[in-house]
């Protein structure tokens, strides 16, 4: 099974509107945090924000934050007032210290663009 | 400070040559991390080193690939033999420690073309 799903491969969104960039993971690890990085077209992987599987609330970053729902396995990435510096790949992660010896578990990435 | 580097940043072999791709982590990460990303894909993992000793190997895809890591720090990842499948970028990345509340800081990259 897939540690880490992101179902949405690309995305477009206008200018000044918020998008949710969606990632759901697997784990049996009770102890467990979940990253978020933006990859721009120069490749570089940009760390964004981080949400603790014990943390009880919603993690924020500036314009960027986390809509965690443990009991769904969902940690989406949201971006409030998109800008056209926000178009890149966006990569959701998983590190699982005691199961797998902490391994980074990625997902195969979304493409957002945004649209002037 | 300084952040993870990695050299060199573009590299063109034959096939059949070996190439070794150099890592410098962040000083005093403990953990260090190579994954392989080809052209619009994600990022597949290669191995993990945690000190000088690499608890996970599972994701070099051949025995040409091999991986080491000396005095905590600096950290070689060597291909032999290449192939044109291996062409890719390699990304570095370290985390200062083995806590699933540290993130992962990656480097530039070396772009790798077999031809």
């Known amino acids: 099974a897939q540690k880490i799903t992101q179902t949405q491969p690309g995305m477009f969104v206008q200018e000044k509107e918020a998008v949710t960039l969606d990632c759901t993971y697997d784990?049996?690890?009770?102890?467990?945090?979940l990253f978020w990085y933006k990859q721009p077209s120069s490749g570089e992987m940009i760390f964004l924000i981080y949400q603790g599987s014990y943390d009880q609330q919603n993690a924020t970053e500036g314009r960027y934050s986390l809509n965690f729902q443990k009991a769904r396995k969902s940690a989406n990435l949201v971006i409030s007032a998109s800008q056209l510096g926000d178009s890149a790949m966006y990569f959701c992660a998983m590190r699982e210290p005691y199961n797998t010896g902490n391994q980074f578990y990625f997902g195969t990435g979304t493409s957002l663009t945004v649209i002037p | 400070g300084a952040g993870v580097s990695q050299s060199p940043s573009n590299k063109v072999t034959e096939k059949g040559k070996d190439v070794e791709l150099r890592c410098d982590p962040i000083s005093g990460h403990t953990a260090l991390y190579w994954y392989r990303q080809s052209l619009g894909q994600g990022l597949e993992f290669l191995i993990y080193?945690?000190?000088?000793?690499?608890?996970?190997k599972s994701g070099l895809p051949s025995d040409r690939f091999s991986a080491e890591r000396t005095g905590g720090s600096v950290s070689t990842l060597t291909i032999q033999r290449t192939q044109q499948e291996d062409s890719a970028v390699y990304l570095c990345a370290s985390s200062p420690t083995s806590s699933s509340t540290d993130t992962q800081y990656f480097g530039p990259g070396t772009r790798l073309t077999v031809l």
């Open positions: 080193f945690q000190g000088n000793s690499a608890p996970d």
């Open positions: 784990t049996s690890d009770p102890s467990y945090g």
